[in-house]
């Protein structure tokens, strides 16, 4: 087992590596000390082991006393106010000396906060003058013109890669790019010339566990020296871990010192790639031997990782930018095509070679249930046909879905691989949705790896442990069932595609929508005028039948028989309730027809009007109108607003069997527009027949036992609260006892009269 250098007392196992708590290792890398301050006055709490090699005084002659007490600014600064502002890193590295014999006599002090601790860390440097401001910052800002003016993306990483060699004087600076499963890909490399390259080369996901990437997002630049540092412990353990995320000298993993030994690297640093807040990819940074670095030259590295970082998005999107545009012209002219069918499934048909260019694919399938349409190479319809019950299942109304290895999501699709290994979906949502799909067949690849990835550890020389492995020689993979990969843009331009369809859908429903609407109201305007004419007219003819009738039975009836007599009857009744019949459809017809007369109305007052006009019945039965409070003032037409009162109120005290019946009219102006209602303690309605209150001479179950009508009342009170730009509607318990509620959405709410 190797000498630790993560935390203590842990060795090289990969069973652990996963869950090792990398940013709290209890101890540090000793080119450097470290101190744990209390903030507020600056006492040194713990302590490296190593401080006595830069103060000249060892642990127990630091501990419990001011750090100030043992380095002093080497240029007059405020040392003190600086540790104690809010972010004392933001003048980093502070310029000190030691005041012990001994001790360094020049260092940087890198300071920052870790939760409630403020830390110190002490680094030894050569006198003023080795490293210059000015020769680092004109390295820098060569280094990011020339990073800036690259082509593409690929030309800045390399670019990236050739200054921060030159910078460093590192042996090797590679960019690292990670792909969606964590594996990386070396794409940019500056090298010396006699070490091997490692550019092409993809590395497992299991060289950077996730917590190392954790903490790449966190921390831009981690940097070893030498991997064969002695760590040193920090002294008293503290209670709670300390937070060494954002240290300089943090001791690192054994796996990982482990691993750049066994790769033949004596020193490494690392900068961290980040695009729009996601570990894109590192610029790893390998030495033969020890290296140390100022944390001049740091800066300098993890500022050019910070610009390439903001250049990813940029020139990412600049080289996609005219095949997006393409894209974009080529899913305009589908849609301009589709929108000439009827049929979205015919046009798309018809645009199939379009379509398979928009994905670069050659084969597309249109699923709707049972029908399935194959374009270019593509399975056969009973494969597309399970395709499709797969999709519903798995995909559902997802809009956009993608794999290159569709057998690796369901191995039953291995049968289908020569024409259909990578999809690319887009889903249609409608009652049941449809997709539309582009294939792609198998491309049998070879990856070259940087050692086997089906063996990112091997057994240690003891048998009983796991470390990383030792060979990083080029070993090719196969890959089988599995298509090229689709781009970004491709996706993107599907899922603009699907966006497209779903408006041109959705703006045929509403035309269509709009068409059936505006024929259903000539049709009913058309129907009403009919009936208006046809109740009109008829009047006269029922008046003399039902006159003539009569004429008959006065002068003549004596000298007809019994039956005679009774038919002459009927044809009178008859007469009489078709005339009544008519009377409703006239008056059904008129309120649809003729203007209302719209005011501003006391409704008090037109209660008052119908309980005069329903005196007689109100006595005759003994029931009572109750208002708990006045009613407001609304603008309606009065005459027609009495009438729908008038004609719930009836209804309220004819379908009652209470020997107490009463009806109450009140409102609730909390809504907008009011609520009015009409509430009554009578029989009720079924509730399987409230769906025929408002038609047209419908007549309820229950209407027989409490007299005849002809069920027209309900249905002309609906037509003048719709005259209104209202609603109505019942609400009637099992219990007994209807509630109509209605709305006047010409009226304002009480409040703001």
């Not at 080119?31 to 000249?56: E, T, W, Y």
């Not at 001791?251 to 490494?268: C, D, E, F, T």
């Not at 798309?348 to 709707?368: T, V, Y």
């Amino acid at each position: 087992m190797m000498q630790g250098h993560g935390g203590r007392g842990q060795g090289v196992d990969l069973t652990n590596c996963a869950v090792e708590p990398i940013h709290i290792p209890g101890r540090i890398q000793p080119h450097g000390a470290l101190l744990a301050l209390s903030p507020g006055d600056l006492v040194v709490r713990h302590v490296s082991l190593n401080v006595g090699a830069v103060l000249g005084s060892g642990p127990e002659g630091v501990l419990g006393r001011p750090l100030l007490d043992f380095i002093a600014p080497l240029a007059g600064e405020d040392l003190e106010s600086i540790l104690r502002s809010p972010d004392p890193g933001a003048l980093n590295p502070l310029k000190v000396t030691a005041r012990g014999e001994g001790a360094a006599a020049w260092l940087d002090a890198i300071a920052h906060r870790a939760g409630e601790r403020l830390i110190v860390e002490l680094e030894p440097l050569g006198p003023p003058g080795d490293v210059s401001f000015s020769s680092v910052y004109r390295a820098i800002h060569a280094a990011i013109e020339r990073i800036q003016s690259a082509d593409g993306l690929f030309d800045a990483c390399e670019a990236t890669a050739e200054e921060i060699k030159r910078l460093t004087g590192y042996d090797r600076v590679m960019i690292y790019r990670f792909d969606r499963d964590w594996n990386g890909e070396v794409i940019a490399e500056a090298r010396a010339a006699d070490i091997e390259p490692y550019l092409g080369l993809r590395y497992p996901a299991s060289d950077i566990p996730p917590q190392a990437r954790e903490l790449y997002l966190r921390n831009w630049l981690r940097i070893i020296p030498d991997v064969d540092y002695r760590p040193s412990d920090i002294v008293p353990s503290p209670e709670a871990p300390i937070d060494l995320s954002f240290s300089q000298l943090r001791s690192v993993s054994p796996m990982h010192i482990q691993y750049l030994k066994n790769m033949g690297v004596g020193a490494s640093m690392s900068v961290s790639l980040i695009r729009e807040g996601v570990l894109w990819g590192l610029i790893a940074c390998h030495h033969r031997t020890a290296r140390p670095l100022s944390f001049e030259i740091r800066q300098g590295c993890e500022l050019c990782g910070r610009f390439l970082s903001i250049q990813l998005a940029a020139k990412e999107k600049l080289e996609d930018r005219g095949h997006k545009q393409a894209l974009k012209a080529l899913s305009d002219e589908i849609v301009a095509a589709v929108s000439q069918r009827e049929d979205l499934m015919v046009g798309l048909a018809e645009s199939a070679g379009a379509l398979m260019r928009l994905a670069d694919a050659p084969g597309l399938a249109l699923l709707h249930g049972e029908e399935a349409t194959a374009l270019g190479a593509a399975p056969a319809p009973d494969e597309l046909r399970r395709l499709y019950a797969w999709l519903r299942r798995t995909v559902a109304d997802r809009p956009v879905f993608h794999a290159e290895s569709l057998s690796r999501v369901d191995p039953d699709f291995a049968r289908i691989k020569d024409v259909a290994s990578g999809v690319l979906c887009i889903s249609i949502p409608e009652p049941e949705p449809w997709y539309v799909v582009w294939l792609r067949p198998e491309v049998i690849q070879t990856v070259s790896w940087g050692g086997n990835p089906e063996k990112p550890v091997e057994s240690t020389a003891e048998g009983a442990l796991l470390g990383p492995r030792r060979s990083f020689a080029l070993w090719k993979q196969v890959v089988e069932q599995t298509a090229v990969a689709w781009k970004p843009a491709e996706i993107e331009a599907a899922e603009l595609l699907r966006r497209a369809l779903i408006e041109l859908d959705l703006t045929r429903q509403v035309e269509r929508e709009r068409a059936a609407r505006a024929a259903a109201e000539r049709s009913n305007a058309e129907l009403e005028q009919f009936g208006y004419i046809v109740a009109h007219d008829l009047k006269e003819p029922i008046r003399g039948i039902k006159s003539f009738s009569t004429f008959v039975m006065e002068d003549d009836g004596a000298a007809l028989s019994a039956e005679s007599q009774g038919y002459l009857r009927r044809i009178g009744d008859l007469a009489g309730s078709t005339m009544e019949l008519i009377n409703s459809l006239y008056e059904y017809s008129r309120v649809g027809n003729v203007d209302f007369s719209f005011g501003e109305v006391d409704l008090s007052e037109v209660l008052a009007d119908v309980e005069r006009r329903l005196s007689g019945s109100l006595l005759q039965r003994g029931a009572e109108i109750r208002a708990p409070r006045r009613l407001p003032r609304v603008v309606c037409d009065r005459i027609r607003i009495g009438e729908v009162l008038a004609n719930l109120i009836s209804n309220g005290l004819k379908y009652n069997a209470s020997p107490n019946p009463w009806v109450e009219v009140g409102f609730d102006e909390r809504s907008e527009p009011t609520v009015f209602y009409v509430r009554d303690n009578g029989v009720g309605i079924p509730a399987d027949e409230r769906h025929r209150l408002f038609t047209m001479f419908e007549r309820l179950s229950t209407a027989a036992q409490y007299g005849e009508g002809t069920g027209s009342g309900l249905a002309i009170t609906q037509r003048i609260v719709e005259r209104h730009k209202g609603k109505i509607w019942a609400d009637s318990p099992p219990t007994g006892g209807t509630t109509f509620y209605f709305t006047l959405a010409e009226a304002p709410p009480p409040a703001s009269r």
